[in-house]
């Protein structure tokens, strides 16, 4: 997926996604040439997952 498919998805900047890259919490995307990249949907996916698992166990059991 190119990032203008990502973005809508997701819901943060590029800058952002960059920055969440090198700490490791966001999928890198895939040379597709010298200046070209992707994302890999399954993986955009599995964020999206985790992070609404991660905010469903924040607010522990009612």
């Known amino acids: 997926m190119r990032w203008k498919d990502v973005q ?3 819901g ?3 800058s ?4 969440m890259i090198n700490e ?4 890198a995307p ?3 040439g010298a200046r070209a990249s992707a994302w ?3 993986e955009i996916n599995d964020w999206i997952e985790s992070r ?6 924040e ?3 009612a």
């Open 8 to 10: 809508p998805r997701v």
């Open 12 to 14: 943060i900047c590029r």
């Open 16 to 19: 952002q996604a960059h920055a």
């Open 24 to 27: 490791g919490t966001f999928p």
């Open 30 to 32: 895939v040379k597709l």
């Open 40 to 42: 890999v949907e399954s």
């Open 52 to 57: 609404i698992s991660a905010s469903r166990n």
């Open 59 to 61: 607010g522990g059991a």
